[in-house]
């Protein structure tokens, strides 16, 4: 059986490196799918790459937007290549014929479309010129194998399920972790769900106190009685969890030893350990009493993300036993504090190509200023900062929701900083809208190959770019901040970055540092510590920027949190 596929390229800002990387993708897509004639592959990638460099070098030369859109089209007789581009190109005239001079470009191109394919067109599409390539299959061009993309669809259908279901949970420990009376009653809803996703039949938590392990809450019946409290120091598999911090998965038949809690009370079991900023807590453990396939992949992600959420209520009610005894106002703002500081990056590992650098300073009465840098998959990097509006314990807590669902995302393969705005604000801006609050965020994706950064501003201040000339730039902040309406999507815009050039983002706790004059810091004196800080490391500058902001204030201790990331292009 044969029938009709595609495969889509679409490519803004083009440069010489994105025509390879195209033919790879394009000549890949129709090795994947049966077409196997070598010659007529060779033929196609040369009238292919003609094509794809006309649209870059060409098409795009003097056009306000600059892109190519590359569609293929596989066919039961032949293919179809359709290169797209912002020019009004109406074609050349006659018979092509190769330039009379070999170093002349001219024609030339031209001349391999015409040779390589058995048509050639080209036509107006949306304002836009498209050129058309067809090429004719020999007897038997290619097979379309039904197993092998009804497998791939299975895999995608298996993995969206998956995501679903984390962010799901996400979402729905972070409405409890807001809404929940107390710690007991966190941990129940907590376990429930976690069964329900899972399809554990227990679910039990241990929280270390005074040197044991003791059992806090359970779920389900077990084999046996669970155990009330073990020894942290002990040879079961629970207390080598907690002091190792490496999760365990025991399938059905694992080898035990024989006095081990474990062995009598679950046929398969999850042993993961809850932490919270680097401090080991206690463990969850979850698991089955019958038979049965043992926990996928995406299940196991559930149970670190719940996990992960124990960790945080149990800091909390460490926290309020600590703070009893004081007033709750000042309890809470240091719970406030705890959590928010937690959700930000502390130390920062190298990465290639960049020197970088963040930090949050809260002020006294601790708001929702939130940052994160990361590191994805294909080496690109993601930097994020955010104010959530307002103060206190209800502001960490959302700042808290925020990072959830922004790993959460981002785990799901959505890497684009539009795309991780319209997502974000989708999860949450039910419950912000409830809370009659909002969250101001900017979001910065650095390419793997640092030549470009893409921004997505949701209501945030400005970026600052200073190129390596000394020259500040300002990338206005245009959208919506989070929580506002639900159904509205966000633009990017994307911008090239040099060796040398610097980007800057901050929350209006810098520039709204009071003086003891009344006045404020503002915008200008962010680009005279820029522009003076120049040869100055990314950590440096940061720093510098943050003392001139102290010095300024005075005696006026902050009324709001300081919180910057500097990324500087080193190669």
């Known amino acids: 059986m044969k029938c009709e596929l595609s495969c889509c390229l679409d490519v803004l800002d083009p440069v010489l490196e994105d025509v390879p990387k195209a033919l790879g993708q394009l000549v890949g897509f129709l090795r994947d799918h049966g077409v196997a004639d070598e010659i007529f592959l060779n033929q196609f990638e040369l009238a292919a790459a003609e094509a794809i460099n006309n649209a870059a070098e060409h098409g795009c030369?003097?056009?306000?937007?600059?892109?190519?859109?590359?569609?293929?089209?596989?066919?039961?007789?032949?293919?179809?290549?359709?290169?797209?581009?912002?020019?009004?190109?109406?074609?050349?005239?006659?018979?092509?014929?190769?330039?009379?001079?070999?170093?002349?470009?001219?024609?030339?191109?031209?001349?391999?479309?015409?040779?390589?394919?058995?048509?050639?067109?080209?036509?107006?599409?949306?304002?836009?010129?498209?050129?058309?390539?067809?090429?004719?299959?020999?007897?038997?061009?290619?097979?379309?194998?039904?197993?092998?993309?009804?497998?791939?669809?299975?895999?995608?259908?298996d993995e969206l399920v998956s995501s679903y279901e984390l962010i799901n949970t996400m979402v729905y420990l972070g409405e409890w972790l807001a809404m929940a009376p107390d710690m007991v009653a966190f941990m129940d809803g907590a376990l429930e769900k976690l069964c329900a996703v899972t399809g554990a039949e227990i679910a039990y938590v241990r929280i270390e106190e005074k040197g044991a392990l003791k059992l806090f809450r359970e779920r389900g019946t077990p084999l046996q009685p669970i155990e009330q409290?073990?020894?942290?120091?002990?040879?079961?598999?629970?207390?080598?969890?907690?002091?190792?911090?490496?999760?365990?998965?025991?399938?059905?038949?694992?080898?035990?030893?024989?006095?081990?809690?474990?062995?009598?009370?679950?046929?398969?079991?999850?042993?993961?350990?809850?932490?919270?900023?680097?401090?080991?807590?206690?463990?969850?453990?979850?698991?089955?009493t019958h038979p049965a396939p043992y926990f996928v992949a995406g299940k196991l992600k559930v149970a670190r993300m719940v996990a992960e959420y124990l960790g945080i209520i149990v800091a909390l009610g460490e926290l309020q036993k600590q703070r009893a005894a004081e007033q709750l106002a000042l309890r809470d703002l240091e719970i406030a504090a705890q959590i928010q500081l937690s959700l930000m990056p502390q130390t920062f590992s190298p990465i290639p190509g960049l020197d970088l650098y963040g930090t949050c300073r809260p002020a006294l009465q601790s708001g929702g200023d939130y940052f994160d840098i990361i590191v994805l998959p294909d080496q690109s990097v993601l930097c994020v900062i955010a104010d959530v509006m307002g103060k206190g314990l209800p502001a960490a807590l959302l700042a808290t929701m925020l990072r959830t669902n922004l790993h959460a995302v981002v785990a799901s393969n959505v890497m684009h900083p539009e795309e991780i705005?319209?997502?974000?604000?989708?999860?949450?801006?039910k419950d912000l809208i409830?809370?009659?609050?909002?969250?101001?965020?900017?979001?910065?994706?650095?390419?793997?190959?640092?030549?470009?950064?893409?921004?997505?501003?949701?209501?945030?201040?400005?970026?600052?770019?200073?190129?390596?000339?000394?020259?500040i730039v300002e990338i206005e902040g245009k959208g919506i901040p989070v929580g506002i309406f639900p159904d509205i999507t966000y633009p990017s815009e994307t911008t090239p970055f040099e060796p040398g050039?610097?980007?800057?983002?901050?929350?209006?706790?810098?520039?709204?540092?009071v003086g003891d004059d009344e006045s404020m810091f503002e915008i200008e004196r962010v680009r005279q510590s820029l522009d003076t800080s120049r040869l100055l490391s990314a950590r440096k500058t940061v720093e510098k920027l943050l003392q001139e902001a102290a010095s300024f204030s005075g005696t006026r201790p902050p009324s709001d949190d300081r919180t910057i990331i500097l990324v500087s292009r080193t190669q």
């Open 61 to 157: 030369a003097n056009a306000a937007e600059k892109f190519f859109r590359a569609r293929l089209y596989l066919k039961p007789d032949h293919i179809e290549l359709r290169v797209a581009d912002p020019s009004d190109f109406k074609g050349l005239p006659g018979e092509p014929d190769l330039p009379t001079d070999p170093f002349e470009e001219g024609g030339r191109g031209y001349f391999i479309m015409k040779r390589m394919t058995d048509e050639l067109l080209h036509e107006e599409e949306n304002g836009c010129h498209v050129l058309v390539l067809r090429k004719q299959f020999a007897a038997s061009g290619w097979q379309y194998r039904p197993g092998q993309s009804d497998q791939i669809v299975t895999d995608i259908a």
């Open 229 to 288: 409290s073990i020894p942290h120091n002990g040879s079961q598999v629970e207390a080598g969890v907690f002091r190792t911090g490496k999760e365990i998965t025991l399938p059905e038949g694992s080898a035990l030893k024989e006095k081990d809690p474990l062995s009598s009370i679950l046929l398969s079991s999850f042993v993961t350990p809850v932490v919270f900023k680097d401090q080991f807590r206690g463990v969850l453990v979850m698991g089955r």
């Open 421 to 429: 705005l319209t997502k974000i604000n989708q999860l949450m801006c």
């Open 434 to 471: 409830k809370l009659e609050m909002f969250i101001t965020i900017v979001c910065v994706w650095i390419s793997s190959d640092r030549r470009q950064v893409r921004t997505t501003s949701a209501g945030h201040l400005s970026l600052m770019l200073q190129r390596a000339n000394g020259s």
């Open 501 to 513: 050039d610097r980007l800057l983002l901050y929350t209006d706790g810098i520039i709204e540092a």
